[in-house]
């Protein structure tokens, strides 16, 4: 049932390509640029007309809200707030008729995420679910949504759901765009193209496997890590730092990289691994610079890197070299690499890395 792998966990991680392929497949279609989600098309114009979305979610599925948000507000100007689910549910938010939420939720059955909706929806919100399992509680409870198709995540770590998620969401938001006018056809056409290309670009990425197995032992010992990233690659930092914990027990933080100069580069000597998601993107200068205050620190700096960039290896202790994509769709692709990493880490620690201790699959209670 594994086939073939040692672990759920890199079965999953190994099964992107094709995960993200049947997530657009059926919707996507890139040369004539159409996009076709009946469930959010159903409500686009109150999408569209929505004062704000709000996005509810979870650990991982709340990483990939961070991401959307970024998306949204690019792509379909509308103003995207990202909540955790335990916090908005328990704070009075307020919600108006006709506010627009979505959750997104790989197992569909998260408890706090759950029950957020579920006031939410008594208050008049429109509820969208980006969900996993088909049939789940969020998925049933939703007015609409999208599935992501990505099969059954049996890993305790989310990885595959993940990728799918953002292919959605991307979708999702280009398909708003282009109907609201927030998106010009060539932009729009580009990204469809981007976007249908990350599969074939996730397969490349898999062949760092043994590469990224063996940076993974050289930095097994480390007893902290920092994961850091601007703009679209900030909740892949995040995303980094919260797979190396889970697996590996390793200490991590994820931070957008200029914030790190806020308190957490006193955390920095030459014992510590700086991870960079650092792929050529409109930030990518300014992440440099951040790079050059980890080195003058002495810090160890892994850096997830674009092909043809020449500038960071020469910072870098350790560079992973992926493909170009445009830095909307980029995510999907070097978010792999540090799944990648966290697996190979737990495994040399001896870690049972499809069950971590302390884990459910899904937080069924609060
Ligand atoms: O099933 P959900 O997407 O609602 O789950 C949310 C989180 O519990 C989940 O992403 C968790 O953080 C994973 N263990 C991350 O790998």
């Not at 997530?23 to 159409?34: H, K, P, Q, S, V």
């Not at 995540?153 to 991307?170: D, R, Y």
């Not at 980029?330 to 978010?335: E, F, G, I, R, Y």
């Amino acid at each position: 049932e594994k086939g073939g792998y040692d672990h759920f966990m890199l079965k999953e991680i190994f099964e992107q390509p094709t995960t993200i392929y049947d997530c657009l497949r059926g919707r996507l279609d890139a040369e004539t640029g159409n996009i076709t989600m009946s469930g959010i098309q159903k409500y686009a114009e109150q999408i569209m007309n929505a004062n704000r979305i709000m996005i509810v979610a979870c650990g991982t599925s709340w990483h990939a809200g961070l991401v959307a948000e970024y998306i949204i507000e690019e792509l379909c100007r509308i103003p995207v707030e990202v909540e955790y689910a335990s916090e908005f549910r328990y704070r009075n938010p307020i919600i108006n008729k006709g506010d627009v939420i979505i959750a997104i939720s790989q197992s569909g059955e998260t408890a706090d995420t759950l029950v957020a909706i579920e006031k939410a929806k008594e208050q008049g919100a429109i509820i969208l679910g980006i969900v996993n399992a088909v049939g789940s509680s969020i998925a049933r409870i939703s007015h609409a949504g999208a599935y992501t198709h990505a099969g059954p995540e049996i890993g305790v770590a989310s990885t595959k759901a993940f990728t799918a998620q953002l292919a959605v969401l991307t979708m999702t938001a280009l398909m708003l765009g282009q109907q609201k006018g927030t998106l010009d056809r060539d932009k729009f056409l580009l990204l469809c193209k981007e976007l249908a290309a990350i599969p074939e670009k996730a397969e490349i990425v898999l062949k760092l496997d043994s590469q990224i197995k063996a940076l993974a032992e050289k930095y097994k010992d480390a007893a902290d890590a920092l994961f850091l990233g601007r703009g679209y690659n900030f909740p892949v930092a995040l995303e980094g730092a919260l797979k190396l914990k889970e697996i590996s027990y390793i200490h991590a933080e994820g931070y957008p990289a200029a914030e790190m100069k806020h308190g957490p580069i006193a955390l920095v000597t030459d014992q510590l691994p700086v991870v960079f998601v650092a792929t050529k993107d409109s930030y990518h200068e300014k992440v440099v610079s951040n790079m050059q205050e980890i080195k003058a620190r002495k810090g160890k700096i892994i850096a997830v890197i674009t092909e043809g960039d020449t500038v960071t290896p020469t910072l870098a202790d350790d560079v992973i070299i992926i493909p170009a994509a445009h830095e909307i769709v980029a995510p999907m692709l070097s978010v792999i690499t540090l799944q990648l990493f966290s697996y190979y880490v737990g495994v040399a620690k001896g870690y049972d890395v499809d069950k971590p201790r302390n884990l459910a699959k899904s937080v069924t209670v609060e």
